[in-house]
């Protein structure tokens, strides 16, 4: 079975730093490019960034670039979101998902999520 | 970017109702336009990928179709279960994005 599990969440103060954990089971994690996608409380849903199965490619939105770095360890089963200068509109939940690209990180979809992290930014 | 535009924003209807989505694309995505479930403190759910293939596990009562620029999720006969936000995404590329949502009540 399947299970993603988020941890790191919680709140911080704006301009501070947050790291994101994702732990990964039930499938070959190294196999699959992984994302981060957020909702903020009463909104819908937005793709935040996405990496390649080695994490040699790494995409971020507009909103987070600069900010934001994903990363990932293949050995730990584990997907990273080191989250810096953070604002008040990064206040979201935060969901780790797999895709079924099993290549660069692009072109899949979300086939399996977590049950999502609470990031809050106190201003 | 590619923006994601879905219609009606909310929806009202009845058990038993046959009901239709519509998402539509700012630019042709080919068939890479994906359909989500969410219900309310849960973590979206893949419903339809590809445009019109059914994700594992998901009722045949789920159906979507379209391709290039307009797209529709269809529910054959609504259940109690399926009152929920429904989402589309692309992945055609990035920035990935998904529809606004379209929230489904009972009627």
């Known amino acids: 079975e399947v299970q993603l599990l988020e941890s790191g969440g919680g709140l911080v103060q704006r301009g501070g730093s947050l790291r994101l954990s994702c732990a990964a089971s039930g499938f070959i994690f190294s196999s699959y490019a992984m994302s981060w996608v957020r909702q903020a409380p009463g909104k819908g849903l937005e793709w935040v960034s996405s990496i390649s199965t080695t994490g040699g490619s790494t995409y971020y939105a507009d909103s987070v670039k600069g900010r934001f770095t994903i990363s990932r360890d293949n050995s730990k089963n584990t997907l990273y979101l080191q989250m810096n200068s953070l604002r008040a509109d990064d206040t979201a939940v935060y969901y780790c998902?797999?895709?079924?690209?099993?290549?660069?990180?692009?072109?899949?979809?979300?086939?399996?999520w977590g049950q999502g992290t609470l990031v809050t930014v106190s201003s | 970017d590619i923006q994601m535009t879905q219609s009606p924003s909310s929806l009202s209807a009845s058990v038993g109702d046959r009901v239709t989505i519509t998402c539509r694309a700012s630019?042709?995505?080919?068939?890479?336009l994906n359909w989500y479930q969410q219900k309310p403190g849960k973590a979206p759910k893949l419903l339809i990928y590809?445009?019109?293939s059914l994700q594992s596990g998901v009722p045949s009562r789920f159906s979507g179709s379209g391709s290039a620029t307009d797209f529709t999720l269809t529910i054959s006969s609504l259940q109690p279960e399926d009152f929920a936000t429904y989402y589309c995404q692309q992945s055609y590329n990035t920035p990935i994005t998904f529809g606004q949502g379209t929230r489904l009540e009972i009627k």
């Open positions: 590809a445009a019109s």
């Open positions: 998902a797999k895709s079924s690209s099993r290549g660069s990180g692009t072109g899949g979809y979300f086939d399996y």
């Open positions: 630019q042709s995505i080919s068939s890479y």
